[in-house]
Nanobody
């Protein structure tokens, strides 16, 4: 089991920046990801990082968002720059041990944080 606690959401104007953090507590090495869900839409992948470090990004955030992790602090980060109104959503971090599937997919994760709201105004 992995426990996750997000922080760092908030409201910002378009073009601004936010950094999300996710403290995670589990055993061994597992994949970590950031996902988001806007009202009336399905949850979608934003960025993910494999247990041994390979990151991946959704096309909509490439060049603007950066996923990273600090293993010593058991913390996952999402640096979000050049935010747009369409980035407005509830953001969730997720974790799970690899089962050989697509680590960027919602379906690959069984452990989720409570979510943190990001609102970008124009």
């Amino acid at each position: 089991q992995v426990q996750l606690v997000e922080s760092g959401g908030g409201s910002v104007q378009a073009g601004g920046s936010l950094r999300l953090s996710c403290a995670h507590f589990g055993y061994g090495e597992y994949n970590l990801g950031w996902f988001r869900q806007a009202p009336g839409k399905e949850r979608e992948g934003v960025a993910a990082i494999e247990a041994y470090g390979k990151p991946s990004y959704a096309d909509s955030v490439k060049g603007r968002f950066t996923i990273s992790k600090d293993n010593a602090k058991n913390t996952l980060y999402l640096q979000m720059n050049s935010l747009k109104p369409e980035d407005t959503a509830m953001y969730y971090c997720a974790a799970d041990w690899s089962r050989g599937g697509d680590y960027k997919s919602v379906a690959e994760y069984n452990y989720w944080g409570q979510g943190t709201q990001v609102t970008v105004s124009s």
